[in-house]
T-cell receptor, first 108, second 115 residues
Framework: QKEVEQNSGPLSVPEGAIASLNCTYSDRGSQSFFWYRQYSGKSPELIMSIYSNGDKEDGRFTAQLNKASQYVSLLIRDSQPSDSATYLCAVSRGKLIFGQGTELSVKP | GAGVSQSPSNKVTEKGKDVELRCDPISGHTALYWYRQSLGQGLEFLIYFQGNSAPDKSGLPSDRFSAERTGGSVSTLTIQRTQQEDSAVYLC?????????????FGPGTRLTVL
């Protein structure tokens, strides 16, 4: 079992819809979680960080953390074609442990 | 302000040659991380520095890989006797300090191709 698991996708949603990206992790002691976005041929850029159970909202993005169930999710509201990218979930132990990434495609 | 910079952006080398990859972190960031991203392997941790010391080298795949950081700033990752399986994008990241709460910011990466 990988330490951080994501569905590889591709996940396809129509423009304006909500995209839901999920991630599970195996180390129950993990404290810090990050979502990065990576466009093809580019390096990862931070979307959200979350440390506490519950929801954290930033514009069209909402991160959700449930430590009891060991999952983290990212919701993207009003999805735009420019959101099409690979979304990487990461758990921090100082070093980042990444999932394989979920490829999101937003169709106009 | 300036982000993390890496050089070269692309490197093509022949099998058996040595290569050096450079990372210049965000000014004031004390922690520096090296990762590797290859098809099928995802993004893998290699080594990190806190200041000039490397508390965690657990991700270095073999003794052909080494890294150093001098002056608490620039870091170089050296791969000796390169092999085709070393072909990947090498990413450097920096954060204000080490520890789980600090966000890591990535540089643009160096794409290494070993022929």
């Amino acid at each position: 079992q990988k330490e951080v698991e994501q569905n590889s996708g591709p996940l396809s949603v129509p423009e304006g819809a909500i995209a839901s990206l999920n991630c599970t992790y195996s180390d129950r002691g993990s404290q810090s979680f990050f979502w990065y976005r990576q466009y093809s041929g580019k390096s990862p850029e931070l979307i959200m960080s979350i440390y506490s159970n519950g929801d954290k909202e930033d514009g069209r993005f909402t991160a959700q953390l449930n430590k009891a169930s060991q999952y983290v999710s990212l919701l993207i509201r009003d999805s735009q074609p420019s959101d099409s990218a690979t979304y990487l979930c990461a758990v921090s132990r100082g070093k980042l442990i990444f999932g394989q990434g979920t490829e999101l495609s937003v169709k106009p | 302000g300036a982000g993390v910079s890496q050089s070269p952006s692309n490197k093509v080398t022949e099998k058996g040659k040595d290569v050096e990859l450079r990372c210049d972190p965000i000014s004031g960031h004390t922690a520096l991380y090296w990762y590797r991203q290859s098809l099928g392997q995802g993004l893998e941790f290699l080594i990190y520095f806190q200041g000039n010391s490397a508390p965690d080298k657990s991700g270095l795949p073999s003794d052909r890989f080494s890294a150093e950081r001098t002056g608490g700033s620039v870091s170089t990752l050296t791969i000796q006797r390169t092999q085709q399986e070393d072909s990947a994008v090498y990413l450097c990241a920096s954060s204000l300090n080490s520890g789980t709460l600090h966000t890591q910011y990535f540089g643009p990466g160096t794409r290494l191709t070993v022929l």
